[in-house]
């Protein structure tokens, strides 16, 4: 017997729907995409790998990867917490710290790149004592890792949260009455309900942590080989003509950014088959 479908579309409709959609996704993601690629490799493999032999370069490469290798870490801590405490427990402010964790999506990062550099920056509200005992955080690693935090810090904590609420918390309240204590519940019931979607928002808030431009590039100075992220080493290469190494370096970030979305991919297949199989 056959399945009813859920629309009323005849099937002309239907695949020019698919069709006008597949349109889009060419020209808006897929074009542009090869594009760069094709413009990376147009002077061959050799201008490439040079590209990414300059000290410039290089470091930039190592300051993405360590800023994001702090980032993550610290979203995943935030994100666990506050996903448990908004859904595990009711209580008085939990809408506005609800409104809190979506702050990062609404407001621009160049803004909040700027509230970093009025709070830690020469002339900011904290500049002097900062000064005083020789602390750097604006032009510094601080800044650009508290830049990528604050941008990114959502993506752990918005995964987790609807998950947790449509889990319940009966397995929980199940360990209480037999005894576990609060680390036990946490470790042994709550990490496995949860590791898949856990996993799910590090790989979406490591793919934002490594591309971040707009907060970074306030607070960072752009010091060419010192405190450029390779986003920030692309546009001034770019700016100074070095197309080819810009693209190859582009390139570099968009091919971390398919590695992420294949990763993605596989978890929500592996979720989806975990899923079913559990009904």
């Not at 370069?57 to 702090?70: P, V």
């Not at 550099?117 to 900011?124: D, H, I, K, P, S």
């Amino acid at each position: 017997m056959s399945r009813p479908s859920a629309t009323t579309e005849s099937g002309p409709v239907r695949w020019l729907l698919i069709g006008l959609a597949f349109v889009a996704l060419s020209l808006f993601l897929l074009l542009p995409l090869a594009a760069v690629f094709v413009e990376a490799l147009r002077q061959g493999w050799d201008v490439f790998i040079k590209a990414f032999s300059d000290k410039a370069a290089a470091s930039a490469i190592k300051l993405t990867l360590l800023s994001a290798a702090i980032a993550v870490p610290l979203n995943t801590i935030f994100g666990v917490a506050a996903a448990w405490l908004v859904t595990k427990f009711r209580f008085k402010g939990r809408s506005f710290l609800i409104s809190l964790i979506d702050l990062p999506f609404a407001v621009s990062p160049v803004i909040a790149g700027l509230v970093f550099v009025l709070l830690f920056g020469a002339r900011g509200w904290f500049g002097p004592f900062l000064q005083e005992h020789d602390i750097r955080i604006i032009f510094a690693l601080p800044g650009i890792v508290l830049a990528t935090v604050f941008v990114t810090f959502p993506f752990v904590a918005r995964e987790l949260i609807p998950l947790m609420e449509s889990q319940g918390s009966d397995q929980e309240e199940a360990a209480v009455t037999l005894g576990a204590g609060g680390w036990q519940i946490f470790w042994r019931v709550t990490v496995p309900n949860i590791k898949w979607g856990l996993l799910y928002g590090i790989l979406l808030c490591n793919a934002r942590a490594m591309g971040e431009f707009g907060a970074v590039s306030v607070v960072s100075g752009h010091i060419r080989g010192k405190t450029n992220t390779l986003p920030l080493h692309v546009e001034v290469l770019y700016n100074e003509y070095h197309f080819s190494a810009a693209f190859a370096c582009a390139a570099l970030l968009a091919l971390l950014a398919l590695v992420t979305l294949g990763l993605k991919t596989a978890v929500e297949h592996f979720t989806g088959h975990t899923t079913k199989g559990r009904h």
